[in-house]
């Protein structure tokens, strides 16, 4: 059995798994509702004012933002909690320790069970996104600066937390590996907002504290270009007596990230998932 095939009959068993306890259906009323709830509550706002100038653009883009803030936190949370429990709990009922007795190595079920997950939340968070922004531009006919690709960036930022998560579960007790990587997730963004602060008042050490956060979790790269392609254009902020650039450096803005930095987002990502694949080759299962 090739690796390949070995990697998709786990990824495959992990999706009946989250089939199984109802993961993708609780994904999908939540994003029914959500949707739901959006379209309605923006609905109220254009009735109230009229989304007819760039004042109430402005108020409607930074809604828009939060929302999006508090999706990202719900994506996280959903990738952290689903991918915990992918490995520790296998190896302590001696589940592993049947699967490993086939043509399947230990690589191949830490890759299989990211890529069954990252099939499941990158689709949700993707789906989810376009329907939010759909729902907001049907409600008000706002659309922000760029809404093809915030959801894109917030599906990354799931798939950083997913391979942190899954990397845990490999030494980490389920509950515990969770909770590091929610903290680890807050952290990164604050790190974030201090780096915006330091390039706001050009001090370097919070800056650098901003650029150190980055490398070691890249979760702020991707919410930042994802703030960024929600946020207003510039001549929405101009219209409304705000300065763009002092605009930017706002905990619920951004822009695109730099090419190098998004490379050094897959960089990372697939140089952790080899850290968990060496972490879990040393366990005794």
């Given amino acids: 059995m090739s690796r390949a095939v070995s990697v998709l009959i786990i990824a495959r068993l992990t999706l009946r798994e989250a089939m199984r306890r109802r993961l993708l259906w609780a994904l999908v009323g939540l994003t029914v509702l959500i949707v739901a709830l959006t379209w309605w509550g923006f609905t109220r706002i254009a009735d109230v004012s009229p989304v007819t100038g760039p004042t109430e653009m402005l108020g409607v883009s930074q809604v828009l933002v939060m929302l999006a803030f508090m999706f990202s936190f719900v994506l996280a949370m959903t990738a952290v909690f689903a991918a915990s429990p992918s490995i520790g709990p296998e190896i302590e009922s001696g589940l592993l320790l049947a699967i490993l007795a086939r043509p399947i190595g230990r690589a191949e079920v830490l890759f299989g069970r990211w890529l069954g997950l990252a099939v499941v939340l990158v689709a949700y968070a993707i789906v989810a996104g376009y329907l939010e922004i759909a729902a907001v531009g049907l409600a008000t006919g706002y659309l922000p600066a760029d809404p093809a690709v915030a959801p ?37 963004w604050m790190a974030g907002v201090l780096g915006g602060v330091g390039e706001a008042f050009h001090s370097d050490v919070l800056r650098a504290a901003g650029t150190i956060a980055r490398l070691i979790l890249p979760s702020d790269v991707l919410w930042r270009g994802a703030a960024g392609a929600l946020s207003p254009t510039d001549q929405v902020l101009s219209g409304s007596g705000v300065n763009a650039a002092i605009y930017r450096f706002s905990p619920f ?29 040393r366990r005794e299962v």
Avoid: D, M, N
């Fill in 253 to 281: 803005s951004g822009a695109a990230p730099e090419p190098y930095w998004l490379a050094w987002c897959i960089v990372w990502v697939v140089a952790v998932l080899w850290l968990g694949i060496v972490l879990l080759r």
């Fill in 152 to 188: 894109l960036y917030l599906a990354g930022q799931t798939l950083v937390l997913l391979t942190l998560a899954i990397v845990f579960s490999t030494r980490i007790a389920s509950v515990a590996g969770g909770a590091i990587a929610v903290v680890a997730y807050g952290l990164a």
